[in-house]
């Protein structure tokens, strides 16, 4: 139900019983919409211009900013919006912030230190230490540098942590709302629009910021380029306990048996329990039940394990798209392809764009000027921080895609005896890994471990 205050009733009536075409003031810290929202801090009001037709059944509301989707990158934008002190409105469709999740919770601390994160312990699953990288023969490369890299969370419990955090700093969140369309005017975004009670709500802003994650299909709708579906590859994943499993080392299988054109992996959560999934050009749930029973190693691990649930979902092996801006409208996270490539990890990137995102939107709305030109300068600024990066992953995960079995075989025993772990020891980053790829290239030895895996090259497409 939606509460506003009227001056034809008492306080909080429901709206359409007493006002037609009135120009009333929203005076709740967040505006509820079809289902309850985050909480926010208590007594603390805003006032919002809210413009009701209820003949039409349409209601006019105007923000500052509004983020379309509250996953990590929306939830950031959001926040950096409104620790400026603007008002930004976060709308997302599901009834609960971080549900569903798609996501197996893999975080740097290096990324979490870039965003400025320290996520609570009832957040964190899990810490992990080291990857242990298996070749089709089951040969193996161990990448580790002697200390805790990442952290594993519960991306439902992560998600919801940084909603409250962007409803401290004031944003509000209104959750069980589907943006359904762009509001456009000359050519420039100026709001949504979005069903709400049954009645048309537009959302009118001066920036609105997409970060709807993998399936945007919006900032299409107004001529920005989306990602291609060849850069979308479907992932299962397993949550299993009973495994037998290290429980600080995360575990990833490439072949063309195990994961054509991407890999299998395990997550562990400590005590036995580990996510078990994998991502793959095409059918890629029954791919993992089929490695989850025969997989030589794989299945070795999983004999006394039993599944507590499976998640499905789509991973990123692509680059950004070309431009992620117009008038009145930036483009964040996954719906911009802010990832990386070779492991499909989105949220330390996604979160990176959303800040930049945020900083931008916010100066646009103290300068009251969200023209191309002013909002161009989010896109000059994640270019020159991320750009480079994900190129070197992506043209990483093409080479390592383009190797037949045999060829990745060649490359983790070569790398093995040519110690080309040391290089990754030395400059390794679990983010910025195209830092860590010049490294490796830079080194003569890795040049042998390539050519002599040059002959097993044979692209799949
Ligand atoms: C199986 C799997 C495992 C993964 N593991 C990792 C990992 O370990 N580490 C990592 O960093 N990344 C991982 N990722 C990727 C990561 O989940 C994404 O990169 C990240 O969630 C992107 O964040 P986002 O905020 O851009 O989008 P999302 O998290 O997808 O959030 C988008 C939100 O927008 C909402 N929305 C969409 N359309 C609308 C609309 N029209 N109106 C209102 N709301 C809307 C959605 O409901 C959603 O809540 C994994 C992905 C998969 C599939």
Redesign the pocket.
Known sequence: MCHLHCNLAPAHVKVGSHCNDLLVFERSLIYAGRHPVVTGQSGETTDKKVAVHSSRRMKTLDHDAVV????????LTAWTIAARRHDVAV????PK?GEPD??????SLSGLKILGLEPPQQVIQNTVRAARIYAPSGRSLLVERGRHEAVVVD?RKF?AWLAERAVQAHASIITG????ALKTHDGSVVGVETLEDGAVVQRKAIVTID??????R?SGSVGLPMIHRTSKYP???YEVQGADVDDDLVEMYYGRQTAPGFFAWI?PLGDGRARV?L?SDFKSKPRLEAVMRHHPIISGKLVKASVLRG??????VGLPVKKTFMSGLVV????AG??KAT??????F?GIS?KIAGKTAALAVSERDASARSLGRYETSWRSLLLGQMRAMYLAQRAISSFSDRGLDSLVKNADELSLTDTVKREGDMDMQGTTIAGLLANPRTMIALLSAARYISPRF
């Not at 798609?102 to 975080?107: I, K, T, V, W, Y």
């Open positions: 379309i989707g509250a996953g990590p990158a929306g939830l709308l997302e469709e599901h912030v798609h996501c197996a919770g893999l975080l991306r998600d709302v589907k943006v359904r970060a709807e994650g993998v399936q945007g919006l992932a299962y994943q997550i999934g991502a998640i499905g979902g789509t991973v990123l964040v996270g996954d719906a802010m990832v492991t499909g990890g989105g949220v330390v996604g959303g």
